[in-house]
């Protein structure tokens, strides 16, 4: 993810993005600390509201605590105490409507690709850039409608 510190944008330009989030409650969970904190700051100033877990078990009683909130979750694969294939399954046995952005480096677990099928869980390769982050969220909140705008 790139960050630059010199953001010329006015406030403006900022609420004009339609990239933009409009308070929408994200649950980031991932063992990697600064990864975490950074990618908490950036989508907060793009206008979410985020809750964060540093390993699945703490994932799962964040979002079973605040599921009615929540509207995605951004959840690494490769996590210590519970993997991302235990997060998956937990989740959407609590609300299987919920949204989920999966993030790793691979994607090596041939069980993902099964869950890929669905139109409420994408995937997006680490690193990443915080506009390709910010386009799969909109696209998992937001599906495209048959014109191809985003509803």
């Known amino acids: 993810m790139e960050y630059y510190e010199n ?3 006015t406030q403006d330009s900022k ?4 990239l933009n989030g ?3 409650t994200i649950l980031i969970i991932d063992d990697e600390e600064p990864f975490v904190e950074v990618t908490k700051l950036l989508l907060e100033y793009h206008g979410y509201t985020i809750l964060t877990a540093y390993d699945g078990v703490e994932g799962i009683s964040v979002f079973s605590e605040n599921k009615e909130q929540i509207k995605i979750i951004v959840c690494d694969l490769n996590m210590p105490r519970l993997g991302g294939r235990s997060i998956l399954q937990k989740v959407l046995e609590i609300e299987p409507t919920t949204k989920i952005l ?9 069980y993902i690709v099964e869950y890929l099928v669905s139109d409420k869980i994408d995937f997006l ?3 990443f850039l915080i506009e390709k982050l910010l386009i799969s969220l909109k696209q998992l909140l937001y599906p495209r409608g048959k014109n191809g705008t985003f509803h």
């Open 7 to 9: 953001d010329n944008r």
């Open 15 to 18: 609420e004009l993005n339609p």
């Open 22 to 24: 409009n308070g929408e």
């Open 102 to 110: 999966i993030i790793s480096g691979s994607i090596e677990e041939d």
């Open 125 to 127: 390769q680490k690193p």
